[in-house]
């Protein structure tokens, strides 16, 4: 069995690559603060990297995991500072895998509600709303994905009162 990558793809990888080297990491010295890095989140969006493992009927790019792959694979090369695991992958796939409404959808798939997952402090499973949680990925966050009482998913806006943290990749 042969595999190879499709003109398809060695076109995702190119773009992923050009949009990498402009988001890569600065020098330590030079390292942004827990502050967003919009301008990164949009490119991502504008492109259509953000949400596109989700179905294309909802808006998403239908994309296959090995797209996904490729992109993921471009940021880290140049130690992207940019969330795109978290909020570009994770959490509108799993938005998208559980039902999320249309309007909820929509609005996570454009890239205006921004949503990661929010992790226990174990770091083992994910957290129960009106508990303490970790938001995996968060930075320019507006929501997270948590546990009811009854152990559904659910999206609850993030608290303005947000710790910082010394490393921007664990806000």
């Given at each position: 069995m042969e595999a190879a990558l499709s003109e398809d793809q060695f076109l995702i990888?190119?773009?992923?690559?050009?949009?990498?080297?402009?988001?890569?990491?600065?020098?330590?010295?030079?390292?942004?603060?827990?502050?967003?890095?919009l301008v990164g989140w949009e490119m991502l969006t504008e492109i259509g990297f953000a949400s596109?493992?989700?179905d294309g009927t909802h808006g998403g790019g239908?994309?296959?995991?090995?797209?996904?792959?490729?992109?993921?694979?471009q940021l880290a090369?140049?130690?992207?500072?940019?969330p795109y695991l978290g909020q570009g992958v994770l959490g509108p796939e799993l938005a998208w895998r559980l039902g999320a409404p249309s309007p909820v959808l929509a609005g996570i798939v454009d890239g205006t509600r921004r949503v990661t997952i929010a992790l226990d402090p174990s770091l083992r499973s994910i957290a129960r709303v009106g508990h303490?949680?970790?938001?995996?990925?968060?930075?320019?966050?507006?929501?997270?994905?948590?546990l009811d009482a009854t152990r559904c998913l659910c999206l609850v806006e993030i608290a303005s009162q947000v710790e910082r943290s010394a490393d921007i990749t664990r806000v």
């Amino acid at each position: 069995m042969e595999a190879a990558l499709s003109e398809d793809q060695f076109l995702i990888v190119e773009t992923a690559a050009r949009v990498a080297e402009q988001l890569a990491c600065p020098a330590p010295t030079e390292l942004p603060t827990t502050d967003d890095d919009l301008v990164g989140w949009e490119m991502l969006t504008e492109i259509g990297f953000a949400s596109m493992h989700v179905d294309g009927t909802h808006g998403g790019g239908d994309a296959h995991s090995t797209d996904v792959a490729l992109v993921t694979e471009q940021l880290a090369a140049t130690l992207s500072c940019v969330p795109y695991l978290g909020q570009g992958v994770l959490g509108p796939e799993l938005a998208w895998r559980l039902g999320a409404p249309s309007p909820v959808l929509a609005g996570i798939v454009d890239g205006t509600r921004r949503v990661t997952i929010a992790l226990d402090p174990s770091l083992r499973s994910i957290a129960r709303v009106g508990h303490r949680g970790i938001a995996w990925d968060a930075r320019g966050a507006t929501h997270a994905l948590a546990l009811d009482a009854t152990r559904c998913l659910c999206l609850v806006e993030i608290a303005s009162q947000v710790e910082r943290s010394a490393d921007i990749t664990r806000v």
